[in-house]
C-alpha cells in the first residue's frame, strides 16, 4: 500500500488528547495543505482561525455541545466560508479534510465537528471577530492521540454499485 492511502486508511476521529504541544511546523502544515484544497472556480471561499489559548478553547467546547471536547484539545481549527458563494459547503468541507489529513500524517489526532447551520455557528463567528459575511462551517480539535479506537465499518461491497443501483 502506497504511504497516502496508508494515511487516508488509517485516519481515525479522536476525541482524547494527551497533554502535548503541537509544533507551529505542524500547525503550518495542515493551514498549507487546506489553502491548496480544490474549490469551485477557484473563489477559495474561506478563512481559517487557529486556537490555542486554553480559555478560549473551553469556551468553544461549552458553546459547541457536540464539540465538548474541544476544551481539551492542544488546538482547534476553525474553518469560515463566505455564505453567499454557491459552493462555500462544499469548498470549505475539502479544506477541513486536508487538514484533518496532513494533521494525521505527523500523527495528530483531530475530529470534524459540524459548523453549517448549526445554532453556535454565529455565536462562534461572533466569538471570534468574523466579519459577518462568513459562517462557520467547521470546528477541528487537535492534539496527539490519548487513545486510537478503530470503529466498525460496513463491507464496501454493501456499499458499491456499478452503473445503475438494484436492491440485492
Known amino acids: 500500500m502506497n504511504l497516502g492511502l496508508t494515511i487516508l486508511k488509517g485516519r481515525r476521529s479522536i476525541r482524547k488528547y494527551k497533554d502535548t504541544d503541537i509544533s507551529d511546523e505542524i500547525i503550518h502544515a495542515a493551514l498549507d495543505a487546506a489553502h491548496l484544497a480544490p474549490t469551485a472556480r477557484n473563489v477559495q471561499p474561506w478563512l481559517f482561525g487557529v486556537i490555542k489559548n486554553s480559555e478560549t478553547l473551553e469556551k468553544l467546547g461549552n458553546t459547541a455541545p457536540n464539540g465538548a471536547f474541544i476544551k481539551d484539545a ?35 489526532g483531530s475530529c ?38 478503530v470503529p466498525s465499518k460496513k463491507d464496501l461491497k454493501d456499499l458499491v454499485f456499478n452503473e445503475t443501483f438494484t436492491e440485492n
Open 112 to 149: 470534524w465537528v459540524a459548523g453549517d447551520k448549526k445554532d453556535y455557528a454565529e455565536d462562534i463567528r461572533k466569538m471570534m471577530n468574523v466579519p459577518e459575511k462568513y459562517t462557520l462551517v467547521s470546528l477541528i480539535p487537535a492534539g496527539y492521540p490519548e487513545e486510537v479506537t
Open 74 to 108: 492542544k488546538l482547534c481549527f476553525a474553518i469560515f466560508g463566505e455564505s453567499d458563494h454557491t459552493y462555500y459547503v462544499e469548498d470549505c468541507s475539502a479544506a477541513t479534510m486536508q487538514i484533518i489529513l496532513a494533521l494525521w500524517s505527523y500523527g495528530v
